[in-house]
């Protein structure tokens, strides 16, 4: 089913929070650092958020707020990303990245944190590793929302059409290396304006976040690497043919799903949302006309509100 645009429900703050603290939990296999946005009641369900290809958990601040009063919210840096380390078996496509979801919901289930299978959000590449636990451990997933997903497209966007040539060995090796030469603020300035419809939405408040972690991150020998490996299994995906292949494993997920596109989204297609209910087998779809790539960033009121009326 697809939905027109919700009406506007009451703005965010123009005075945005500050990003939610950080932890880091060393699980069995692997070390990852989250972001913990507390239920403001009890016993409400868990909430687990995943960033994409070169994000963090600060994609989701303004949302873990919107969603307080329904969730118990958790956004996680996947492995190589924000503050956590590579995984140890260097596994960083969108099945590898799942797997640590999985530990990670052992770990909070077992520290008393996680109440049941939780409601899974991703955006982008995270869409397409919450994808991956939703079909392969439907005991974990209460609800699904994807958010820009990247998923396999008959067509590539101009702005997506580099991505194929940065995955290429050797290449994408020197092109992000020449990339990260480049001063930090014009950095995310640079992917503000790729991921936003209206970049002037972006408040001081976050852009100094995003460029105090990027220059951190960056200090990491292992930045370059994780963002190609992560790249090239995303990739992987999307010449698939067998079995695993994302579409297939969409029509293995049974419980509720959100798909939210921007219109003016320029990495993923917003035409693909007619394809969502045709392997998804209990999804709704809503466009959002004036928004890009992270919707959950741009249009926060938005999402809750769409979240809300589907899922919550």
């Known amino acids: 089913m697809t939905s027109p645009v919700l009406s506007d429900p009451s703005a965010s703050s123009s005075d945005p929070l500050p990003a939610w603290p950080r932890e880091e939990l060393r699980l069995d296999h692997r070390t990852l650092t ?15 958020y995943v960033h994409g290809l070169g994000g963090s958990s600060l994609n989701w601040t303004d949302l873990m707020h919107d969603l307080q009063p329904q969730v118990d919210g958790w956004a ?11 995984p140890r078996d260097g596994d960083m496509s969108p099945s590898g990245h799942a797997r640590s979801l999985v530990d990670l919901l052992r ?23 919450a994808l991956q636990l939703a079909a392969r451990r439907p005991d974990l997933v209460r609800s699904l929302t994807l958010i820009s997903p990247a998923l396999p497209s008959l067509s590539l966007t101009k702005s997506s059409a580099h991505l194929p040539v940065i995955a290429v060995p050797g290449i994408g090796e020197r092109l992000v290396a020449k990339f990260m030469e480049t001063d930090v603020h014009t950095r995310v300035r640079g992917t503000i304006d790729v991921t936003f419809a209206d970049p002037s939405r972006v408040s001081p408040v976050r852009l100094a976040e ?3 972690l990027i ?9 370059t ?18 079995p695993q292949r994302p579409w ?18 320029p990495l993923v297609d917003s035409r693909s949302a007619h394809r969502v209910t045709k392997y998804f087998k209990n999804a709704h779809v809503v466009v959002l006309p004036d928004s890009g790539h992270v919707a959950q960033m741009e249009h926060p009121e938005f999402v809750a509100a769409a979240w ?5």
């Open 34 to 48: 989250v972001r913990h946005a507390p239920g403001k009641s009890p016993d409400l369900p868990t909430a687990l």
């Open 107 to 129: 770990h909070l289930e077992t520290l008393g944190e996680s109440r049941g299978p939780v409601h899974l959000f991703g955006n982008s590449m995270g869409g397409a590793v």
């Open 225 to 242: 690497d994780a963002f190609l490996r992560s790249l090239r299994g995303l990739l992987r995906t999307y010449a698939d043919v067998g």
């Open 210 to 212: 995003s460029a105090e």
């Open 76 to 86: 996680v840096d996947l492995g190589g990303f924000g503050y956590s380390p590579p």
């Open 248 to 265: 297939k494993l969409a029509e293995r997920v049974t419980c509720p799903t959100l798909v939210i596109y921007g219109r003016k989204d």
């Open 215 to 223: 220059a951190e991150h960056d200090r990491f020998p292992y930045a």
């Open 308 to 312: 809300e009326r589907f899922i919550g």
